[in-house]
Nanobody, 123 residues
Framework: QVQLVESGGGLVQPGGSLRLSCSASGNIFSIEFMGWYRQPPGKQRELVALAISGGSGSTNYANSVKDRFTISRDTAKNTVYLQMNSLDPDDTAVYYC???????????????WGQGTQVTVSS
């Protein structure tokens, strides 16, 4: 099994910054992608940012966070970060780490979720 542990959430004023971290541990052969989703109060979970492994190393962002949030990975530590700048009250949500990992070289990619960390943007 694979465990995802998040940290870095909290309360911040509008215009402020936070950095989320998520570390994966367990019987991991490879991680195919790591990223962040969020669920605002009363709304569905949505993609925030995703980092794809491999030669391209591509990243995807929700339009609402482009130019404000940056996703990065430390592949040696199986860790993904989300630097969030210019935070707005609309960014208030529970943020979930999401990863796809193989447990064997020829195995399928399994999907894993963290427990979530609360980010509240308020004055």
């Amino acid at each position: 099994q694979v465990q995802l542990v998040e940290s870095g959430g909290g309360l911040v004023q509008p215009g402020g910054s936070l950095r989320l971290s998520c570390s994966a541990s367990g019987n991991i052969f490879s991680i195919e992608f790591m990223g962040w989703y969020r669920q605002p109060p009363g709304k569905q979970r949505e993609l925030v940012a995703l980092a794809i492994s491999g030669g391209s190393g591509s990243t995807n962002y929700a339009n609402s966070v482009k130019d404000r949030f940056t996703i990065s990975r430390d592949t040696a530590k199986n860790t993904v970060y989300l630097q969030m700048n210019s935070l707005d009250p609309d960014d208030t949500a529970v943020y979930y780490c999401h990863a796809g990992a193989r447990l064997a070289s020829t195995g399928p990619v399994f999907s894993y979720w963290g427990q979530g960390t609360q980010v509240t943007v308020s004055s």
